[in-house]
């Protein structure tokens, strides 16, 4: 079949069609790709046509007019671009009505016309921004440029304005993508946390919830609660206290924009017990420590340097009888990443980890580049912290943070 966008591929029979003896009113014109040499000689037309038991069955040739309309992204990009380019990009994320590459270099010189086929393609999407640099800041953005903007509102100032609204896992987010970070790709690691935490799973399909009868929060026995030293927008946060009963999260993010936003969707979704702090990750956790509060569970997500924050707990003055886990996101090889991890969590806390008697497991969180994975590495805080010299300032860490998102790419059919 044709299989094309906004085409049919089944017709009525016109007049000059039909056989004399059968009524083309009760026959139809199965429409088949011209893009092989010859349809025809397929087995399953084959077999069809020379079928005895349906003689009328039979050839037949049908004029459909193919525009630019009834083209997929990548059949445009197929025909598009130059042939010396023997891959083209075939996916973007999609963040609510924004669509954000990953642009190569060699793309640069197309990057417009690949921004703007995107837009006309996709609809719900209204602005398509391309990353034009690596990570390099504490707050984790990076900067990028608008390559097609189909918005109706411009801003007179000449800011991106790029302010949106995601649904993940039945709670909704709204965010600046310019000046937080923020990766759809990660929704699947954000609900294993939060399942991994409330030992419950809850049903994403909001349909699927009501009809279970689970749009009030889900009950959790013991009371659990959560430091979230570096939780962003609430992607944790946000889905702990507004699903889950029983569930306090202090949440922190040192980017005053994230905060605000957090401070928002806490709002947007109906949080209960979630404070909101905007400090040094350290800091924050030291401050949780100082007003006495017993936390379960610590999330760190800042891939690039959040094992180096784990010096926080050298001299760990809490119930050594209730320690935590600890919930470490960082990037790591490809190639025995898992070990790497752990290795680097070890010397940040100052003591070897105990694979068995801490609890260590590493779970691979996905394909960043090449060359390195991201990692979760979950542990209980060990006893051998307890004895350390515990730190009373905290130097800023430098992140060497040189990833590359992969750029999704398939090769030219020949």
Same mark, same amino acid.
């Given at each position: ?148 903007? =189909?918005? $109706?509102?411009?801003?007179? +100032? !000449?800011?991106?304005? %790029?302010?949106?609204?995601?649904? &993940? ?103 209960? =017990?979630? $404070?909101?702090?905007?400090? +040094? !990750?350290?800091?924050? %956790?030291?401050?949780?420590?100082? &007003? ?123």
């Amino acid at each position: 079949l044709m299989c094309k966008p906004k085409l049919k591929d089944i017709y009525p029979l016109q007049e000059d069609d039909a056989l004399p003896d059968i009524d083309h009113k009760k026959e139809r014109k199965i429409v088949l790709t011209n893009e092989k040499k010859d349809i025809y000689e397929e087995p399953s037309v084959k077999k069809l046509l020379h079928d005895p038991d349906y003689p009328s069955i039979r050839k037949a040739t049908h004029d459909v007019i193919i525009s630019y309309e009834h083209y997929t992204v990548e059949e445009v990009l197929i025909r598009l671009l130059p042939k010396s380019l023997s891959e083209i990009p075939s996916s973007f994320e999609v963040v609510g009505h924004l669509a954000h590459l990953n642009l190569r270099e060699e793309y640069h010189p197309y990057k417009l016309l690949i921004g703007r086929i995107v837009l006309d393609k996709n609809k719900g999407i209204q602005v398509c921004v391309n990353k034009i640099g690596t990570i390099q800041n504490e707050f984790r953005t990076f900067p990028m440029e608008i390559l097609a903007d =189909d918005r $109706k509102k411009k801003t007179s +100032d !000449g800011s991106m304005d %790029l302010v949106v609204e995601v649904k &993940e896992d039945g709670c909704r987010f709204q965010l600046d993508f310019e000046k937080v970070y923020w990766n759809s790709r990660l929704q699947f690691e954000h609900r294993r946390i939060v399942h991994y935490i409330t030992g419950k799973k809850r049903p994403t399909n909001i349909k699927k919830r009501s009809a279970e009868n689970k749009t009030e929060k889900e009950k959790v026995e013991n009371r659990i609660v959560v430091a979230d030293a570096c939780a962003g927008i609430g992607p944790f946060a946000v889905p702990l206290t507004s699903q889950y009963d029983n569930v306090e999260v202090y949440a922190n993010d040192l980017n005053p924009i994230s905060y605000e936003y957090l401070k928002k969707n806490a709002s947007l979704n109906k949080c209960t =017990d979630l $404070k909101t702090y905007n400090m +040094d !990750g350290r800091y924050f %956790l030291r401050q949780l420590d100082e &007003e006495k509060v017993h936390y379960d569970h610590v999330l760190m997500n800042l891939p690039a340097i959040a094992p180096e924050f784990l010096d926080v707990f050298r001299g760990w003055q809490g119930d050594y009888e209730k320690k935590p886990m600890i919930h470490i996101h960082c990037f790591g090889s490809k190639v025995g990443g898992d070990e790497e991890v752990v290795e680097r969590c070890s010397r940040s806390l100052g003591c070897k980890l105990d694979l068995e008697k801490d609890e260590v497991s590493v779970h691979e969180v996905r394909n960043v580049s090449p060359k390195k994975n991201m990692y979760c590495v979950s542990f209980r805080l060990p006893d051998g912290v307890k004895n350390l010299d515990r730190i009373i300032n905290f130097g800023s860490i430098t992140a060497n943070d040189d990833v590359v998102e992969p750029v999704s790419k398939k090769a030219r059919s020949q």
